[in-house]
């Protein structure tokens, strides 16, 4: 191992020192060899140096998060609830890279499907789960019979299905994670290695464990995924159609695809405790629920916005006798570009009001003027995050936590997905400044970019749009994500005063009748 560490790449063509470093690696961690890793990772950085094919420089990054990897693993660091977590972090920022790498699209398509399976696998980790199992579908839908896709999506939906009150729902996720299993184990799945015979034999015995923890033909003969009518009039079902192939309803049905079955927002909050001494008088649910409805109300029509927006072509009649000037910069200026841009604002604007529910949840006592989506994890006036949460054992809330530092972490933000950049410098123009809007088709077009003299930020349509939907995804996986956190908060506090004397006070729906605005009441 000690000259197999030792080995210089000085006279290693590209190709050839890849391969070194690679064998390096995994060596390394069968030998349990900790210095073979950090020799790895030193070997990467001066690899880095050289001049390469972009191949060659999505490959180096494949190959540090793998370096990454050991080093967790060896640092028996695999399983933990740390929240701040120096390996998992430079494995998502190597594979983030690596995606998002022009050499990408060279790279084999096996070892595509590596990378994206990896990636998606951190972000599960981290409890970005609705993330994840849309990565995992990114490299299905490139080998569709990629066995460590199919497996880990597999596991990833029988954590998501525990998470779930609704016990359809539940039974749902685990049918597909077992089939998940059942399809890894098929005569043509493909494996990254030539010995499949432990992972089958452990796909096997998870698929057998699924099997066994209910009646599997039974669910899939109830389930009727696409047996859900999609509405009454031809514009709500493009309406629905539309979220559903975007995953935008608020419900987790939705994240396993297009299935008419999720083309409703029913995600709820779970039953939540208080006692009498929390609202002294009061006879009404806690306040969390009407927040919560206020926020799905808010995100249910700014998708509604958004999508109005994206599908507008004529011209609005509101829009007749506004006079304005042209600025000779293609300006965009319409009630369609003012749907898109006001969904965008209420969007990024539920992810504050999230932080102020976890700040009431957990009881955190911030300031309230204060609290925002960077900041309510954190000690306050300090970069340092709250030492109640440093190794908390909430899976959805460290997702939260990861999610909030896509947005606001120089480096995460720059690195871990494209469509997650500016997100922030967006929503700053919008609210506080100019965001100068232009036509998508002439952007290209133009002989010098659009300045704004320090007024605001330039942007063009095409491209507001694509970060409108963006942060349409991201406000849905956070209310999904704070839902199904409280939820493992109300299990943890019951389970511990088992003997705890409880009342219930039961919650109806709100008819749909009474939603309608009517002059005459």
Same mark, same amino acid.
């Given at each position: 191992m000690?000259?197999?560490?030792?080995?210089?790449?000085?006279?290693?063509?590209?190709?050839?020192?890849?391969? *070194?470093?690679?064998?390096?690696?995994?060596?390394?961690?069968?030998?349990?060899?900790?210095?073979?890793?950090?020799?790895?990772?030193?070997?990467l950085?001066?690899?880095?140096?050289?001049?390469l094919?972009?191949?060659?420089?999505?490959?180096?990054?494949?190959?540090?998060?793998n370096?990454?990897?050991?080093?967790?693993?060896?640092?028996?660091?695999?399983?933990?609830?740390?929240?701040?977590?120096?390996? +998992?972090?430079q494995?998502?920022?190597?594979?983030?890279?690596?995606?998002? *790498?022009?050499?990408f699209?060279?790279?084999?398509?096996v070892?595509?499907?590596?990378?994206?399976?990896?990636?998606?696998?951190?972000?599960?980790?981290?409890?970005?789960?609705?993330?994840?199992i849309?990565?995992?579908?990114?490299?299905?839908?490139?080998?569709?019979?990629?066995?460590?896709?199919?497996?880990?999506?597999?596991?990833?939906?029988?954590?998501?299905?525990?998470?779930?009150?609704?016990?359809?729902?539940?039974?749902?996720?685990?049918? *597909?994670?077992?089939?998940?299993?059942?399809?890894?184990?098929a005569?043509?799945?493909?494996?990254? &290695?030539?010995?499949?015979?432990?992972?089958?034999?452990?796909?096997?015995a998870?698929?057998?464990?699924?099997a066994?923890?209910?009646?599997?033909?039974?669910?899939?003969a109830?389930?009727?995924?696409? &047996?859900?009518?999609?509405? +009454?009039?031809?514009?709500?079902?493009?309406?629905?159609r539309?979220?559903?192939?975007?995953r935008?309803?608020?419900?987790?049905?939705?994240?396993? &695809?297009?299935?008419?079955?999720?083309?409703?927002?029913?995600?709820?909050?779970p039953?939540?405790?208080?006692?009498?001494a929390?609202?002294?008088?009061a006879?009404?649910?806690?306040?969390?629920? &009407?927040?919560?409805?206020?926020?799905?109300?808010e995100?249910?029509?700014?998708?509604?916005?958004?999508?109005?927006?994206?599908?507008?072509?004529?011209?609005?009649?509101?829009?007749r006798?506004?006079?304005?000037?042209?600025?000779?910069?293609?300006?965009?200026?319409?009630?369609?570009?003012?749907?898109?841009r006001?969904?965008?604002?209420?969007?990024?604007?539920?992810?504050?009001?999230?932080?102020?529910?976890?700040?009431h949840?957990?009881?955190?006592?911030?300031?309230?003027?204060?609290i925002?989506?960077k900041?309510?994890?954190?000690?306050?006036?300090?970069?340092?995050?709250?030492?109640?949460?440093?190794?908390?054992?909430?899976?959805?809330l460290?997702?939260?936590?990861?999610?909030?530092k896509e947005?606001?972490?120089?480096?995460?933000?720059?690195?871990?997905?494209?469509?997650?950049?500016?997100?922030?410098?967006?929503?700053?123009?919008?609210?506080?400044?100019?965001?100068?809007?232009?036509e998508?088709?002439?952007?290209?077009?133009?002989?010098?970019?659009?300045?704004?003299?320090?007024?605001?930020?330039?942007?063009?349509?095409?491209?507001?749009?694509?970060?409108?939907?963006?942060?349409?995804?991201i406000?849905r996986?956070a209310l999904?994500?704070l839902?199904?956190?409280?939820?493992?908060?109300?299990?943890?506090?019951?389970?511990?005063?088992?003997?705890?004397?409880?009342g219930?006070?039961?919650?109806?729906?709100?008819?749909?009748?009474?939603?309608?605005?009517?002059?005459?009441?």
């Open positions: 000690e000259k197999l560490r030792e080995r210089s790449i000085a006279k290693l063509d590209a190709d050839a020192a890849l391969d *070194h470093i690679a064998t390096l690696v995994d060596t390394s961690l069968d030998a349990q060899f900790k210095r073979g890793v950090e020799r790895a990772l030193y070997l950085d001066e690899l880095a140096k050289r001049e094919t972009p191949r060659q420089g999505a490959l180096i990054e494949y190959f540090c998060a370096a990454w990897s050991a080093k967790e693993v060896l640092a028996g660091e695999r399983g933990s609830w740390d929240w701040e977590h120096a390996e +998992r972090e494995q998502i920022l190597a594979l983030s890279r690596a995606v998002a *790498h022009p050499g699209a060279e790279l084999d398509i070892r595509c499907c590596q990378i994206l399976t990896n990636r998606a696998n951190q972000l599960d980790t981290m409890g970005r789960f609705v993330d994840a849309e990565g995992w579908d990114k490299a299905l839908q490139i080998v569709p019979n990629f066995a460590m896709a199919l497996a880990n999506r597999g596991f990833g939906l029988k954590h998501y299905a525990g998470l779930l009150e609704d016990d359809r729902e539940r039974a749902i996720l685990l049918l *597909h994670a077992h089939d998940g299993f059942a399809a890894a184990l005569p043509d799945a493909i494996y990254e &290695g030539e010995d499949q015979t432990g992972l089958r034999r452990q796909f096997a998870t698929a057998a464990e699924y066994a923890a209910a009646d599997l033909d039974r669910i899939r109830l389930q009727d995924l696409d &047996g859900a009518g999609l509405g +009454r009039s031809k514009a709500e079902r493009a309406y629905r539309w979220c559903l192939d975007r935008l309803f608020l419900n987790p049905l939705n994240d396993l &695809g297009a299935f008419t079955v999720a083309a409703f927002d029913d995600l709820v909050l039953t939540i405790m208080e006692s009498f929390d609202r002294p008088g006879f009404t649910p806690p306040p969390v629920f &009407g927040f919560f409805n206020q926020m799905k109300q995100y249910a029509s700014a998708r509604f916005m958004l999508y109005e927006g994206l599908n507008s072509t004529m011209l609005h009649f509101s829009d006798g506004v006079r304005l000037f042209d600025t000779l910069d293609y300006p965009a200026h319409s009630l369609a570009t003012e749907r898109v006001t969904a965008y604002r209420i969007a990024y604007s539920l992810l504050d009001k999230v932080a102020f529910l976890v700040d949840v957990w009881k955190l006592g911030k300031i309230a003027d204060r925002n989506f900041n309510v994890w954190m000690v306050e006036g300090k970069p340092r995050l709250l030492d109640r949460f440093k190794a908390y054992p909430n899976w959805p460290r997702g939260l936590y990861w999610l909030s947005l606001f972490d120089d480096e995460i933000k720059r690195t871990t997905a494209a469509d997650s950049r500016e997100l922030h410098d967006i929503r700053n123009a919008l609210e506080h400044k100019y965001l100068q809007v232009h998508g088709w002439a952007w290209d077009l133009m002989l010098t970019l659009p300045a704004s003299n320090g007024l605001g930020l330039s942007i063009n349509s095409d491209l507001l749009e694509a970060k409108a939907l963006r942060m349409m995804k406000a996986a999904i994500q839902a199904l956190a409280i939820g493992v908060e109300e299990r943890n506090k019951a389970a511990a005063a088992p003997d705890r004397l409880i219930s006070m039961p919650l109806y729906a709100l008819e749909e009748k009474r939603k309608r605005r009517d002059p005459s009441w």
